[in-house]
């Protein structure tokens, strides 16, 4: 029998607890309240990370001068070391940043591109029909640390020498594993210990380090001290780029040093919706993040308050929303240097922000609405006609009311298993996303940015910023950020209540990447323990086909400014090792 740790048990044991509406000051245990915890509240800054040493790190770094950014990079930092499991220096990363000073939201898009030697032809003339999920086939260049200089650069106050110390220090002298972590990184060995590197330095002994253990990666120590000391340029064009090249070349791959030299990330503009008085934001394609808003556009059409939250009206309708917004995402998401093609006089950019315009529209999704059966579950959904894995979460904000959004991953769990020798980090595995089809708007193509997963997100109110908010865990992100608003402002809740609240998690859904199977038997519908098992009954007779799942459910992070009284509030949910915390 699988055996979870006690951290993913604690969801399975709300049962009663999650079943009835939140309600304030109600007995945690016995009672009727969603939270697992009081929200966190403080008046200068806050962090909420999935990992307390990476929260306590980012309050130190602020407490010492640093801005948000510098905080959350330190922290970033400190979960590649602390939880190898989810992210790190060989994966991509994506940030929305709140800027006091000009008052508005920064988007920047840090994913890499495929190596620029690789073909799809390659891969067809090879008889691939998808890509691997491990080794050198997948990999792409990792953006992570091009992200970090880049927002560093336009908002950082410390040294980036200093902002990355704490996680050399740990790297160094050691930190002890955590149980959540411990139960995912030994999963991951027995997968990826044939790939050369990955023992060698990330096991002991041919083991995964177990809870409580302390742990030490002298290499990554080095890595992060020569990254810190020399700047952006010397993971990029230096010595650390030509032994990944070296590395690559050696062993089966195509990543190089000159894909390495040839990276950059981009500064975007986020794009929003409003749902019922509230704006939200994500970031643009190739990721996944307008499927959130999407969803919200087409729930905004029902009165959700005459609809209790876990009901099987809820349910249903949120079910059918995203089955709607997935298929659009399976057909029309894709890199906007690559797809859509443009029309005429239209330049390639012009071409992606008109899709995207209209995907978040009002009227498009009013479309759409119209093909949701209130009493049906869809088995098949046709996309609009136009003209999974492991990820970290975190927030930060600071004193100067600078709030960050950041989500980083190496996607599939631990990532490729390639791991360069002596550099102390594991390279993504984010290029089976690429679709091995011509034609497709995710085909592989040299040079291109795959279909992205992780996406960071963030409120608004009457142009002030509320929420800094992210929810990490696959095809679960967007149907989580539409969660998370919907209990917020449908049903009342505060924002632990928000996180800790059951989710429902739909599956099945016509896939952007890989083979991009379609949907024909309506997806799997799985529901958090919490939901009343009458709510269960109606929707199978609705024709939803549900089934248990142990935690797919994804990790919650958020940071609310409440400007009427001048603090912060966060929350850190149970179903990760996290913490909020503040000053």
């Given at each position: 029998?699988?055996?979870?740790?006690?951290?993913?048990?604690?969801?399975?044991?709300?049962?009663?607890?999650?079943?009835?509406?939140?309600?304030?000051?109600?007995?945690?245990?016995?009672?009727?309240?969603?939270?697992?915890?009081?929200?966190?509240?403080?008046?200068?800054?806050?962090?909420?990370?999935?990992?307390?040493?990476?929260?306590?790190?980012?309050?130190?770094?602020?407490?010492?001068?640093?801005?948000?950014?510098?905080?959350?990079?330190?922290?970033?930092?400190?979960?590649?070391?602390?939880?190898?499991?989810?992210?790190?220096?060989?994966?991509?990363?994506?940030?929305?940043?709140?800027?006091?000073?000009?008052?508005?939201?920064?988007?920047?898009?840090?994913?890499?591109?495929?190596?620029?030697?690789?073909?799809?032809?390659?891969?067809?003339?090879?008889?691939?029909?998808?890509?691997?999920?491990?080794?050198?086939?997948?990999?792409?260049?990792?953006?992570?640390?091009?992200?970090?200089?880049?927002?560093?650069?336009?908002?950082?106050?410390?040294?980036?020498?200093?902002?990355?110390?704490?996680?050399?220090?740990?790297?160094?002298?050691?930190?002890?594993?955590?149980?959540?972590?411990?139960?995912?990184?030994?999963?991951?060995?027995?997968?990826?210990?044939?790939?050369?590197?990955?023992?060698?330095?990330?096991?002991?002994?041919?083991?995964?380090?177990?809870?409580?253990?302390?742990?030490?990666?002298?290499?990554?120590?080095?890595?992060?001290?020569?990254?810190?000391?020399?700047?952006?340029?010397?993971?990029?064009?230096?010595?650390?780029?030509?032994?990944?090249?070296?590395?690559?070349?050696?062993?089966?791959?195509?990543?190089?040093?000159?894909?390495?030299?040839?990276?950059?990330?981009?500064?975007?503009?986020?794009?929003?919706?409003?749902?019922?008085?509230?704006?939200?934001?994500?970031?643009?394609?190739?990721?996944?993040?307008?499927?959130?808003?999407?969803?919200?556009?087409?729930?905004?059409?029902?009165?959700?308050?005459?609809?209790?939250?876990?009901?099987?009206?809820?349910?249903?309708?949120?079910?059918?929303?995203?089955?709607?917004?997935?298929?659009?995402?399976?057909?029309?998401?894709?890199?906007?240097?690559?797809?859509?093609?443009?029309?005429?006089?239209?330049?390639?950019?012009q071409a992606a922000a008109a899709l995207t315009a209209r995907l978040i529209?009002?009227?498009?999704?009013?479309?759409?609405?119209?093909?949701?059966?209130?009493?049906?579950?869809?088995?098949?959904?046709?996309?609009?006609?136009?003209?999974?894995?492991?990820?970290?979460?975190?927030?930060?904000?600071?004193?100067?009311?600078?709030?960050?959004?950041?989500?980083?991953?190496?996607?599939?769990?631990?990532?490729?298993?390639?791991?360069?020798?002596?550099?102390?980090?594991?390279?993504?595995?984010?290029?089976?996303?690429?679709?091995?089809?011509?034609?497709?708007?995710?085909?592989?193509?040299?040079?291109?940015?795959?279909?992205?997963?992780?996406?960071?997100?963030?409120?608004?109110?009457?142009?002030?910023?509320?929420?800094?908010?992210?929810?990490?865990?696959?095809?679960?992100?967007?149907?989580?950020?539409?969660?998370?608003?919907?209990?917020?402002?449908?049903?009342?809740?505060?924002?632990?209540?928000?996180?800790?609240?059951?989710?429902?998690?739909?599956?099945?859904?016509?896939?952007?990447?890989?083979?991009?199977?379609?949907?024909?038997?309506?997806?799997?519908?799985?529901?958090?323990?919490?939901?009343?098992?009458?709510?269960?009954?109606?929707?199978?007779?609705?024709?939803?086909?549900?089934?248990?799942?142990?935690?797919?459910?994804?990790?919650?992070?958020?940071?609310?400014?409440?400007?009427?009284?001048?603090?912060?509030?966060?929350?850190?949910?149970?179903?990760?090792?996290?913490?909020?915390?503040?000053?």
């Amino acid at each position: 029998m699988k055996v979870l740790p006690t951290s993913l048990l604690l969801t399975a044991a709300l049962g009663a607890v999650l079943a009835a509406p939140a309600s304030h000051g109600a007995d945690r245990i016995t009672g009727p309240s969603f939270a697992m915890r009081s929200e966190v509240i403080a008046p200068e800054a806050m962090a909420a990370t999935s990992h307390p040493l990476a929260t306590q790190i980012a309050l130190d770094v602020m407490r010492r001068g640093g801005s948000a950014v510098d905080a959350a990079i330190a922290a970033n930092a400190a979960l590649g070391l602390m939880e190898p499991t989810g992210n790190g220096i060989g994966g991509d990363f994506f940030a929305i940043v709140w800027d006091p000073k000009t008052a508005k939201l920064h988007g920047y898009n840090g994913s890499g591109r495929s190596p620029k030697s690789l073909s799809l032809e390659w891969f067809q003339d090879k008889g691939y029909t998808d890509i691997p999920p491990h080794g050198p086939l997948p990999v792409t260049v990792p953006g992570a640390v091009d992200g970090w200089f880049a927002l560093h650069g336009r908002f950082g106050k410390l040294p980036m020498a200093e902002v990355l110390k704490p996680t050399v220090d740990y790297a160094r002298n050691g930190h002890p594993i955590h149980e959540t972590i411990a139960y995912y990184w030994n999963r991951s060995v027995p997968v990826l210990s044939k790939w050369p590197g990955f023992k060698e330095q990330f096991t002991v002994d041919g083991r995964a380090p177990r809870k409580n253990e302390m742990w030490r990666n002298p290499n990554l120590a080095n890595t992060l001290e020569t990254i810190g000391r020399e700047g952006r340029d010397a993971f990029y064009k230096g010595d650390i780029a030509r032994t990944i090249g070296d590395y690559f070349k050696a062993n089966g791959g195509f990543l190089s040093y000159e894909d390495m030299a040839a990276h950059t990330g981009e500064w975007v503009e986020p794009v929003s919706t409003n749902y019922r008085g509230v704006d939200v934001w994500e970031i643009p394609p190739n990721g996944q993040g307008i499927a959130a808003l999407q969803i919200l556009n087409i729930l905004e059409g029902y009165d959700f308050s005459k609809i209790a939250f876990g009901s099987a009206e809820h349910i249903h309708l949120f079910t059918e929303a995203k089955k709607l917004a997935f298929a659009d995402r399976a057909r029309w998401y894709a890199d906007p240097a690559f797809f859509p093609a443009p029309a005429r006089g239209q330049t390639q950019a012009q071409a992606a922000a008109a899709l995207t315009a209209r995907l978040i529209s009002e009227d498009y999704a009013a479309e759409r609405r119209k093909l949701i059966n209130p009493d049906r579950a869809a088995r098949a959904v046709d996309a609009g006609a136009l003209q999974q894995g492991d990820t970290i979460y975190l927030t930060t904000a600071d004193k100067d009311g600078m709030m960050v959004s950041l989500i980083q991953s190496n996607y599939r769990g631990m990532g490729s298993g390639m791991a360069p020798p002596g550099l102390g980090f594991i390279f993504q595995d984010r290029g089976e996303q690429f679709v091995l089809k011509a034609g497709h708007p995710n085909s592989f193509a040299p040079g291109k940015r795959p279909f992205h997963t992780i996406i960071p997100a963030f409120a608004t109110k009457d142009g002030k910023p509320w929420i800094s908010f992210g929810l990490m865990g696959g095809a679960m992100q967007p149907q989580g950020h539409a969660q998370i608003i919907m209990n917020l402002v449908d049903f009342g809740m505060n924002l632990q209540e928000a996180g800790d609240a059951p989710r429902i998690q739909h599956d099945g859904s016509t896939d952007p990447a890989g083979q991009a199977v379609e949907m024909t038997d309506g997806g799997v519908l799985n529901l958090e323990t919490g939901f009343d098992y009458e709510v269960i009954r109606a929707l199978m007779r609705k024709g939803h086909a549900i089934e248990f799942a142990d935690g797919p459910y994804g990790g919650y992070q958020a940071i609310m400014r409440d400007h009427a009284n001048g603090v912060y509030v966060g929350a850190s949910e149970s179903r990760k090792d996290g913490q909020a915390a503040g000053y």
